[in-house]
């Protein structure tokens, strides 16, 4: 693949697949609060994401799957350049940030990917909960020091989501001494404390245990259910079902299939999605 | 069935308890005869008037202050160089970078003793004369400053990426999530090294004693010299390095157990 090819420029218009029609509890009239358009990228010579894009209405809850390697956590790591895509842009919440194959350091860029991660709370596979703070402590962290916000308020909305996800007890432990399960819930808590627009999950399951899994999943379903809007990469089928009003199926860096969960999981037609949904009923069907 | 099971388990503990309390008692023998052995030489040997110990002792002795001072003060400034070295290293600006990474390969490529005897005696040719204290103080810091940097820099790296990029996906520009996550998490791991070093430091500091800064080596050596006496004196120097960084080593394990147990309440993959 030439340079010139890869620093082709984005399309002006968002494309919006006729599949993405806004979900149930979406105000009528409501602009996207995530539009992604064209992500494309380059690891070296591989190609990751051939232009992805992804539209994301308020009060939605979509779901990426696919198999690993797809590219799905590097999309969803695109959306808030904790990966910088190499063509394509981002727009959260009214602010606009395009990729920069040049990579250009600081300025006023940089500070437009800040407030988009202001906007786009992130929760991890690993939880990256800060170890030597405490689990407020690690919730009013950035509301206070990127957002200047006021401690005591910052403490207020912090024990709030904490009780939402069932720690409200554990607000003066440090992670060590919390289960996998609980780490992660305060990984959300600690996200939903910088009120994001969108909230955005990598895997949030993956690295747990496998009776802790379900605690963390119906935090996320309850957090669907009241209208939070979620982008979620997720290997599990029936909470996307659940929960899910749309679910992007992505193979070789794009997506295959859009749809709801009925069509996509349940019914698919693209012959990717098929074969993927076929060899997970086999695993699943043994366990 | 069962019983039996427990009965030889426990007589099996028993009598391993019995093996490592055999293994300890010959443990502290070895270390006693060793003493005594070297006690009995010197007092047969060397016919040790305990009146020319009483005289040169207290004189030795009055070093200590000024050996731990000269630790104190260069422990100080290593700290803050190996900081200034470590950011650089970790610099994406070559000016920084290199800067900082040849610091560390000419200060740590060079001897310690060539570096204070520079600082002592080459420096006046070019009209620069400092006192001994301060020569003593350069030396080791500057050395020091240079094996700190590495670790430094190794603590600073050993802080998860994951911990980095979730302080970014909040928002937090570069500084900040330097300052306020990885910063805290580093200086857990780097806080026994310097500790380490310290005790190390306590031992070179003996080189100032070149410079003719009167700390427990020169007392040992002058006191002695006079009355041709130095393996006395210099027993008596080695003792008290040896109290000082047996004091010094407990008092870092002591840190470093607390600040292990803290990490096991605090700490973990997070």
């Known amino acids: 693949m030439s340079d010139m090819k890869r620093l082709s420029t984005t399309p002006a218009t968002h494309p919006i697949h006729p599949a ?4 149930v509890l979406v105000k009528p009239g409501a602009e996207p609060v995530l539009k992604a358009t064209n992500i494309t990228k380059w690891f070296g010579e591989n190609h990751v994401l051939r232009g992805a894009s992804i539209t994301v209405w308020p009060g939605e809850t979509v779901c990426i799957l696919g198999r690993s390697g797809s590219g799905k956590s590097t999309f969803l790591r695109s959306l808030n350049f904790l990966e910088d895509p190499t063509d394509g842009s981002v727009e959260v919440d009214g602010v606009v940030v395009s990729a920069d194959p040049f990579h250009t350091e600081g300025g006023e860029r940089a500070e437009r990917i800040r407030e988009v991660r202001m906007r786009a709370g992130m929760v991890f596979q690993e939880f990256n ?8 402590e690690n919730c009013v962290e950035a509301p206070v020091h990127v957002k200047g916000m006021d401690r005591k308020e910052a403490e207020a909305i912090a024990e709030k989501y904490l009780a939402k996800v069932g720690l409200a007890e554990k607000r003066d432990e440090y992670p060590s001494r919390l289960s996998g399960g609980q780490r992660q819930r305060v990984a959300i808590a600690r996200a939903l404390t910088m009120q994001p627009k969108v909230l955005l999950f990598d895997e949030p399951t993956s690295a747990l245990d496998p009776t802790l ?18 982008i979620v990469v997720t290997h599990e089928m029936d909470f996307a079902h659940e929960a899910a009003d749309r679910v992007y199926y992505m193979d070789k860096g794009e997506f295959a299939e859009v749809g709801p969960p009925e069509q996509v999981i349940d019914a698919p037609k693209d012959p990717r999605t098929k074969e993927f949904l076929s060899r997970f009923r086999t695993l699943g069907a043994k366990k | 069935m069962h019983e039996e099971a427990e009965v030889l388990a426990k007589s099996v503990a028993a009598d391993e308890g019995r093996r490592s309390r055999n293994w300890q008692t010959r443990f502290r023998l070895v270390w006693g005869g060793i003493v005594f052995l070297l006690i009995a030489f010197i007092l047969i040997s060397l016919n040790v008037e305990i009146s020319f110990i009483q005289t040169a002792a207290p004189f030795i002795l009055q070093g200590v202050g000024l050996t731990l001072l000269v630790s104190a003060v260069s422990i100080l400034f290593a700290t803050i160089f190996a900081i200034a070295g470590a950011l650089g290293r970790l610099s994406r600006s070559a000016l920084l970078n290199g800067i900082a990474s040849f610091y560390v390969s000419f200060f740590r490529g060079t001897p310690l003793i060539l570096q204070l005897l520079f600082w002592y005696l080459a420096l006046p040719q070019v009209g620069i004369v400092l006192d001994p204290i301060l020569c003593a103080i350069a030396a080791l810091a500057i050395n020091y400053g240079a094996y700190m940097t590495e670790i430094f820099r190794a603590g600073i790296q050993a802080v998860p990426l994951g911990q980095r990029e979730a302080a970014a996906a909040l928002g937090m520009a570069p500084r900040t999530a330097f300052l306020r996550i990885v910063a805290p998490q580093a200086f857990r791991i780097i806080v026994p090294a310097i500790g380490n070093d310290f005790v190390a430091m ?13 700390e427990i080596l020169w007392r040992a050596r002058n006191v ?6 130095t393996l006395q004196t210099f027993m008596i120097a080695g003792v008290v390095y040896w109290v000082l960084t047996i004091v010094f ?22």
């Open chain 1, 20 to 23: 993405e029609t806004p979900g």
């Open chain 1, 129 to 136: 909960l800060f170890p030597h703070l405490s689990v407020i």
């Open chain 1, 213 to 230: 899994v379900g605690e963390v999943l119906k935090v996320m379903a309850d957090l669907a259910h009241e209208g939070r809007t979620m």
């Open chain 2, 202 to 214: 306590l031992k070179d500091s003996a080189l100032a004693s070149t410079v003719g800064l009167q």
């Open chain 2, 224 to 229: 002695g010299a006079k009355e041709f006496k």
């Open chain 2, 249 to 270: 080593t407990a008092v870092q394990n002591r840190i470093e157990s607390r600040l292990s147990a803290g990490d096991r309440n605090k700490e973990a993959k997070g």
